[in-house]
């Protein structure tokens, strides 16, 4: 019998992107399907490069590139139906009604009933949403190399035990200047700060010090969110830069997550930060993520040793 895919093409930031990997992965693992991650499919809005330049999977049912499907996916049987013929063509379009993507042509929503079996070769999943089974996408991914080279530097830059800080202030805001203001007399320096906002972060500078503060990746100055914003940087720097932070957080001596109201505790946090604080938590996770090379090895031993001191 031929091999049967779920072709993912997770169109949003990270953590919705990793959510909708794990989603179809379990229905993969029911129906015996194969995962094709595309995230670098012509029409996408979001990630619009290779996932596989920036992580190897470790999953036979999960694979990151597209040109693992050696026939042309246009010949194959595809379900959504409407989809049959142009699987490597269609245009998703936003709908505020379904509150997801669905085909620009027939308005069908780009996926599947997963509490259902298909005969098709082929199920098309192109959409977004997150929760914290993003974390549960991680445990069968390793960062490439590459990343991991970089996220060297940043911790040989940091030097020393450091606290971390995540704000998102784009599409959703945030009252961070009431979480900044009341950890700034208490909080240990350096601080690493991530956030997707350049007026946010030079507050942070403001507040605890330009000599104080940490930070990395390069952000566009026109407030709009990162993963939509294709202009101020490399596709590659860009989208590296969303896995860096969150790996940095991981590695943080003390991590703290701002709720949307400015305060340090609620229930309104970006899914981000659930995901970094997650990575800590079960920091066998985070163990497996990085690898087992002597880089890798290198990396966690002297963040966890700082996590330790830093008690």
Known sequence: MPEQYIICRPDAGLTDMLTQIEMTHRYAEQTNRIVVVDTDYKHSFF???????????????????ISHILKPIDEMTTFPSVLSGRASSYKPLWSDTIGNWVDAETYIQLSFDMRKKYNENILIHHQCGGNQSALFALTK????????DLLAERIDAIGSPFSAIHIRNTDYKTNYRAAVDLLKNSITFPVFIATDNLECRNYCISAFGERNVRFFSCLPDDGKP??????????????????????????????????LDGSLHGTQFSGYSILAENLITYDGILVSLLGTSSRAKSILQRAFTWRKSAR
């Open 47 to 65: 990630f619009r490069d290779n996932f596989s330049k920036y992580f190897t999977s470790k999953d036979d049912r999960l694979t990151l590139d």
């Open 141 to 148: 991914l390793t960062v490439r190399e590459e990343i991991l």
């Open 226 to 259: 990162i993963h939509l914003n294709h202009s101020f940087s490399s596709l590659f720097s860009r989208n590296a830069d969303s896995i860096l932070d969150l790996l940095t957080l991981a590695l943080s001596s003390k991590f703290y997550k701002i709720n």
